[in-house]
């Protein structure tokens, strides 16, 4: 595959830096959630029934803070925003350790409200520094540096709890968290382009772009991250099932480098294709893993297929996102991708844990898929042609006949 669409990229200006900052910005906010559940478990000895409790809140508040920031970001710019966030986080993380358990859940529920929001902040600023064409790229490359955050921040959060502690771990997600903030804030990148800031201030009303082909959209979202959940705590579970656990990370490792595997491919492409198409095939080809048996790396190379398309599924979205909304709604728009791929993990994490244990893991497989499938044909009728942003002359992902993207200009 030809490295030419990956050298493009980096040749424009502070797009390296962006993804350079975005990868390590993004790794002490994916250590959060097991950084609360193990001091939750550990350090207050609460148990796993409180420890849910407290991410939770923590989920919550970030899935009603996302778009709210965004929408910040769209009117206010970017660094109010990031100061505010960033000092609450700071704020949070230095003095979590010490909290009494009441406290902490709702203080979790506030910094998650105020949650720093890198992911869809880099996302929004390269929608404004990359060209349309190079877009499939760049979310391509941005999706592979998202799975290596949460390769590491949850690892790290589990060696800094187990040898040092709450406080120590905190106190270091504290400086990471605030070295993020104030990175970003430093490198203020641009969240629109030359050419819409110099398109007239017209304020951006919801009713222009929050369409039922966005909705559409967010579902199929929330299915992607269903499904991918849904597979990890399977995958855990048949291997915990046939005492194969010594091999759970590493079987975890192989299933991720899949992921990077296809979002490097899927972003080196000419072409794209729809996020329903690839969710849905994501989905189905999940549905026969469970009938592997034996030993673990069968169920590992059974992964494959549907591996491979975890990135390109999840990058195409942010895509076509860009292509359906104007530049001025765009964070609140990238806030609410946010908050469906925190909808989709939420929902699927009972689910498939009630699955597991009146059915068995292989049924995980099978019902996740099937629901990921399920949710991408309810979308599909509402998948129509949307009203055409100012400043882009390109139908979305979904537009059309919702199966196939039209050939990327230039």
């Not at 909705?215 to 099932?241: N, Q």
């Not at 590493?250 to 000419?270: E, H, M, P, Q, R």
């Not at 034996?294 to 860009?322: K, M, R």
């Not at 292989?362 to 019902?367: C, D, I």
Request: charge should be neutral.
């Amino acid at each position: 595959m030809a490295l030419e669409p990956y050298r493009r990229l980096f040749r424009l200006p502070g797009v390296g830096v962006l993804l350079a900052v975005g990868v390590l910005a993004r790794v002490p906010v994916t250590a959060i959630g097991m950084a609360l559940t193990l001091h939750a478990v550990e350090s207050l000895d609460l148990g796993y029934i409180m420890a849910g409790l407290l991410t939770m809140a923590s989920t919550v508040g970030l899935a009603v803070g996302s778009p709210l920031s965004g929408r910040f970001v769209d009117r206010y710019g970017l660094r109010p925003v990031l100061a505010v966030t960033t000092a609450a986080q700071a704020l949070f993380w230095a003095t979590a350790w010490a909290l009494p358990f009441p406290v902490l859940v709702g203080a979790a529920a506030v910094a998650g409200l105020l949650g720093l929001p890198v992911f869809s902040v880099v996302r929004q600023c390269l929608a404004a520094m990359v060209p349309l064409e190079q877009r499939r790229t760049a979310f391509s490359l941005d999706s592979m540096f998202v799975e290596l955050s949460y390769m590491t921040g949850p690892a790290l959060a589990v060696f800094g709890m187990i040898t040092f502690g709450s406080g120590p771990t905190m106190a270091v997600i504290a400086i990471g968290l605030t070295g993020s903030g104030l990175a970003l804030l430093l490198l203020n990148p641009p969240i629109r382009s030359a050419e819409e800031l110099a398109e007239p201030g017209a304020k951006v009303s919801r009713r222009q772009w929050l369409t039922p082909g966005l909705l559409a959209l967010l579902a199929t979202v929330a299915a992607a991250t269903f499904v991918l959940t849904a597979t990890e705590l399977a995958m855990v579970a048949t291997m915990e099932g046939s005492k194969q656990t010594a091999w759970i990370g590493l079987a975890v490792g192989i299933w991720c480098v899949y992921s990077l595997t296809g979002g490097f491919v899927y972003g080196g492409l000419s072409r794209g294709f729809s996020p329903l198409l690839l969710i849905a095939s994501m989905a189905l080809l999940t549905v026969p893993v469970g009938l592997v048996s034996g030993a673990w790396w069968w169920l590992v190379l059974a992964l494959l297929p549907s591996g491979l398309l975890c990135a390109p599924s999840l990058s195409s979205t942010v895509e076509a996102l860009t292509r359906r909304v104007p530049a001025g709604a765009r964070g609140e728009a990238m806030g609410l991708h946010g908050t469906a791929l925190l909808i989709g993990a939420a929902a699927s994490a009972p689910v498939a844990g009630a699955i597991i244990d009146a059915h068995g893991a292989g049924w995980a497989f099978a019902v996740s898929g099937l629901i990921g499938v399920a949710i991408v044909l309810v979308a599909l009728p509402f998948s129509r042609r949307p009203p055409r942003p100012p400043a882009e002359t390109l139908s979305g992902d979904l537009s059309g006949d919702a199966l196939r993207e039209a050939p990327a200009p230039g």
